[in-house]
């Protein structure tokens, strides 16, 4: 059984409570989780939606794949971890993850991403963006198999070769707009 996040699109409203949860959790001045805003096009009208993204802990992470120092390290429970004492900054895992999830903080001089708040997680608590989230848009789920097969669909998310643990539910009545291509824009607040 492996951790992922399940994200609702119809759901969200683009509250930011997820990304403010996130920065205040990790101390990090802009946190790892992101709102991004996306639209696409159907019978020449625009149609917009939000979609909130942090680090996907991949089945075949490409950060774990690139780093020299070898700092990544993939739990039996699928989180992906990063081993932030001894990165020296390189951002070799930053050039390489297609989702943008490795932050590099000039402050430090180091490399940093989303942890699943696996502190929590042991306390048998919820990341805090999924506790923040007003909604209910974000949740995790642990599941053996995640069907992320909605991701193609989304602008910036097409390169799933790393096979990333997110699921998204997508609007039922629009599915004939997401096999167009949902995301010709993606724009971040």
Known sequence: ???GFSFDIKKCIS???CEVACAQKNDFFYGYRKVYRNETRFKDKKFPFFLSLACNHCENPEC???CPERLYVKRRDGIVIHNIGRCKGCTECVKACPYDAPKYNSVIG???KCNFCVDLLEQ???PRCVNACVTGALKVIKKPFIDNNHLRLVFGLEAIVTRPSLELIMPEEDLS???KGIGTEQHEF
Do not use: A, L, P
């Open 1 to 3: 059984m492996g951790y």
């Open 124 to 126: 048998d608590m919820e």
């Open 15 to 17: 509250c930011h409570s």
């Open 64 to 66: 774990f794949r690139v």
């Open 177 to 179: 707009i997401t096999e």
């Open 110 to 112: 180091k490399v940093s």
